[in-house]
Structures are given as C-alpha cells and as structure tokens.
C-alpha cells in the first residue's frame, strides 16, 4: 500500500529553522500534488505549502517568505525548509499527497497522508 512518513519535527527557538522531510513509499504510478499541511491544538488544519507536478508553489500568507517547499522526484520526497520559526509556527505537520495508484485491482489517484511530525517553537 501507498505510505507517507514523515520526519524532521522536533523543538526549536523561535527564529531557528528546520527542514521537514516526507517519502512516498509502495506502488504507485506517479505522484501528482505534494502538500505540507499543520494543526496546532485546538486549531484546524490549514494548509501551509504546495507544490504541483509543473514546479508551482503555494504558501499561506502566514508563511510565504519563511517557507519554502521544494520535492525530489527521483526519491519520491518533499520538504519543508522553515526558516525563522514563530511560536504561531508550533503544531504538527502532515504530508499529502495525490497519488496515481492501483486501488482494488484499478488504478485511481488519491489522497494519502502522513502521520504527522511535530514541531515546537518555544520562545
């Protein structure tokens, strides 16, 4: 089955940085949309950053400037480089992607996601 790990959270001061990493495992035909979504406790998700399969970017207004996603083709990755983190910033990070797979014997793109990694700024 189609997996994505995520990993790269962990504690940082505000103004640090950390880069987020996320690997699409298992059997799929290609990977269309990678997406970097957080949700902060008591929050909803929101998404912070995506990248096409063309090379387009979106960031939230919240981030554009600090964040920057970027994706390996060849090893079925995206980051999450995060420059000078905010205590806004703290939450837990969840990769998704669309994915073009076979689902039941067919193949179908959708939706996956992580497990989430955890990111805490602290002031």
């Known amino acids: 089955q189609v997996q994505l790990v995520e990993s790269g959270g962990g504690l940082v001061q505000a103004g640090g940085s950390l880069r987020l990493s996320c690997v699409a495992s298992?059997?799929?035909?290609?990977?269309?949309?990678m997406a970097w979504y957080r949700q902060a406790p008591g929050k909803q998700r929101e998404l912070v950053a995506a990248?096409?399969?063309?090379?387009?970017?979106t960031y939230a207004d919240s981030v554009e400037g600090r964040f920057t996603i970027s994706r390996d083709n060849a090893k079925n990755t995206v980051y999450l480089q995060m420059n000078g983190l905010k205590v806004e910033d703290t939450g837990v990070y969840y990769c998704?992607?669309?994915?073009?797979?076979?689902?039941?014997?067919?193949?179908?793109?959708?939706?996956?996601w992580g497990q989430g990694t955890q990111v805490t700024v602290s002031s």
């Open positions: 998704r992607s669309n994915i073009f797979a076979i689902v039941n014997g067919k193949p179908a793109r959708n939706d996956y």
């Open positions: 298992g059997r799929f035909y290609s990977i269309n949309n």
């Open positions: 990248a096409i399969t063309g090379g387009t970017t």
